[in-house]
C-alpha cells in the first residue's frame, strides 16, 4: 500500500520504517528541513535500538522516503497518518495546533479518496474534529473527495518500539467499514495474521490509548505507596511485587518500584486525560491522585539522601542515569532529572553519567559536570544516586567504586544492587521499599 505518514518522532519513524520494512511504499513527512536532511542520508534524529539499520535498510531497498513536500506526501498516498506531537499545553490538555497544521494540509492537497489516520495519543472527539477541519478545507478548494477519518493509537515503548510495533495489540477505531477493513488488511497481512486486532469505534479507540496508560502510571503509584510501608515495616517490595504479580489477573508487570514514572506520554497523558473528564463534567477520584504519589516518590527519596549525607548541601553527589528509563537517550520528564534538580536547589554538587542521554540532559544542567564515565563520574563523591536502570550499572565493579568514593552512600533508586551485598561490602546502602 502507499502510505504517508506525517511526523517523524518516536510513533511516527517507527511506524514509518516497520511499514516500509513489510514492503508498503512509504513516504515519511516532516515541516523540519534538517530532520529530513539527516533522515534522507540514513541517521536518526533520535536513539532507539535497531532503528537506524531499519531506517537504511528501507532506504537502499526504496520503500521509504523523506520529504518536507505535504503535497507530494499527500496525493501520492491512499493512507495518511497523522503522528505529530501533542505536548502539553498550560492547561495540561493535548496541544493540538500541530495536529490541527497537519488536517489542513491533507485537507489542502488531497486528490482522491485518502483514509487518514489519527496516530498520535489525541482526546476522545479528535477524529470527528480531523473530519471537520479536512471537510473545511475541501468546501474552500469547492472539492468534493471522500475520506474516512480512523483512530488507530501507538502503544510502543520507547527502547522496545519495533519489538512492540510487531507484537503490541492494534486498536483501530472506525465508522467507515471499508476504511476499517484496508486499515485492518495493513496490520494483519502476511506474518502478522496471528496480530490481536481490536475493532470498535473512534471514540472506545481514542478513550483505549488514555486509558492504558493512566492505567499503568496507576499500577506505578499504587506499588510505588506499597513500597513506603515495606520500607516502615521492613518488608521487601521485590518480594511483594512478585508475589502480588503472580496472580493471573494482576499480572507481573508495571510492578517494578522505584523513583516514580517519567517520559514523554505517562504524565501529560494522565494529565490531558483528567481535563478531557472534568471537560464532560466528570469527577475524578483515583486519576486525579496518579501524579501526587509520582512526586512523593521524589521527595521521599531525596529525604532519603539527605539523611544519609547529613544534609546535602555542598555534597558531591554521583547521579547515574539521566534518561527516564533504561535503553533511551530521552530524559523529558524523567524522574532522574527531577531528583537532580532538587538535590541542586538545596545546594548539592553534581556529576552526572549516562550511556545516552547526556547530550539531551546539557542543556537542562549547563553548568553541571557530565563525566566519561560512571566511575569518573563517582570519583570523590558524598554519595550515588542509582536513577535510571542501565544494564551497564548493574555491572559496575562495586569494590572499585568504594575506593573511589569519598563516603560509601549509596541511594539506590531502582532497586538494581543487593542490600545484604551492598552491606558486606560496607556500603551505607538505602533503596526503594527494602
Ligand atoms: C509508555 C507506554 O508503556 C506505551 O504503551 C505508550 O505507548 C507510551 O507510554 P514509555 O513512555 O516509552 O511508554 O515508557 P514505559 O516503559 O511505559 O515506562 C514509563 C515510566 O515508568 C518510566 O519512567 C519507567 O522507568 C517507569 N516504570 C515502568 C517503573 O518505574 N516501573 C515499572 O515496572 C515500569
Keep these: 500500500m502507499n502510505i504517508s505518514i506525517i511526523g517523524t518522532g518516536y510513533v511516527g519513524l517507527i511506524a514509518g520504517a516497520c511499514f516500509a520494512e513489510g514492503g508498503h511504499k512509504v513516504i515519511c513527512l516532516d515541516v523540519d528541513k534538517e530532520k529530513i536532511a539527516l533522515l534522507q542520508k540514513g541517521i536518526s534524529p533520535i536513539y532507539e535500538p535497531g532503528l537506524e539499520e531499519l531506517l537504511k535498510k528501507c532506504i537502499s531497498s526504496g520503500t521509504i522516503s523523506f520529504t518536507s513536500d505535504s503535497k507530494e506526501a499527500v496525493e501520492n498516498s491512499q493512507i495518511i497518518f497523522i503522528a505529530v506531537g ?102 494483519a497481512a502476511g506474518e502478522n495474521e496471528k496480530k490481536k486486532i481490536l475493532l470498535t469505534d473512534t471514540k472506545s479507540a481514542e478513550i483505549i490509548k488514555y486509558a492504558s496508560n493512566s492505567m499503568l502510571a496507576l499500577r506505578l503509584s499504587f506499588i510505588n505507596e506499597v513500597s513506603q510501608l515495606c520500607e516502615k515495616v521492613g518488608a521487601n517490595i521485590e518480594d511483594v511485587s512478585i508475589g502480588v504479580g503472580m496472580d493471573e489477573r494482576i499480572g507481573p508487570k508495571f510492578l517494578k518500584a522505584g523513583l516514580g514514572y517519567g517520559g514523554s506520554c505517562f504524565p501529560k497523558d494522565i494529565r490531558a486525560f483528567i481535563s478531557t473528564m472534568k471537560k464532560n463534567g466528570l469527577k475524578n477520584g483515583v486519576i486525579d491522585r496518579i501524579e501526587e504519589v509520582n512526586q512523593r516518590q521524589l521527595e521521599l527519596t531525596f529525604k532519603k539522601i539527605e539523611q544519609l549525607v547529613r544534609g546535602v548541601k555542598g555534597k558531591k553527589i554521583a547521579v547515574l542515569g539521566l534518561a527516564f528509563k533504561a535503553n533511551t537517550d530521552d530524559a523529558r520528564e524523567s524522574p532522574a532529572v527531577k531528583i537532580s534538580k532538587i538535590l541542586l536547589k538545596r545546594g548539592a554538587l553534581l556529576s552526572f553519567f549516562d550511556p545516552k542521554a547526556m547530550d539531551n540532559a546539557k542543556s537542562i544542567f549547563p553548568k553541571e559536570i557530565f563525566a566519561k564515565d560512571a566511575y569518573d563520574a563517582i570519583s570523590g563523591c558524598d554519595a550515588l544516586l542509582i536513577a535510571t536502570d542501565w544494564e551497564e550499572f548493574k555491572r559496575l565493579d562495586l569494590k572499585k567504586i568504594k575506593s573511589l568514593m569519598k563516603e560509601p552512600n549509596v541511594i539506590d533508586g531502582r532497586n538494581i544492587f543487593e542490600p545484604k551485598k551492598m552491606r558486606e561490602l560496607g556500603f551505607n546502602y538505602l533503596s526503594i521499599g527494602r
Design 86 to 187: 501533542t505536548p502539553q499545553n498550560e492547561k495540561g490538555e493535548a496541544n493540538m495546533c500541530y495536529f490541527k497544521e497537519a488536517a489542513e494540509q491533507i485537507g489542502k492537497h488531497m486528490n482522491e479518496y485518502k483514509i487518514i489516520v489519527d496516530k498520535s495519543t489525541v482526546p476522545v472527539g479528535t477524529a470527528e474534529w480531523v473530519g471537520g477541519i479536512i471537510e473545511n478545507e475541501l468546501k474552500r478548494r469547492g472539492a468534493r473527495i471522500k475520506f474516512d477519518v480512523i483512530s488507530n493509537p501507538e502503544f510502543l515503548a520507547e527502547g522496545s518500539a519495533i519489538e512492540d510495533f510487531h507484537s503490541e495489540r492494534v486498536v483501530i477505531g472506525s465508522e467507515s467499514e471499508e476504511a476499517r477493513k484496508i486499515l485492518h488488511e495493513l496490520y
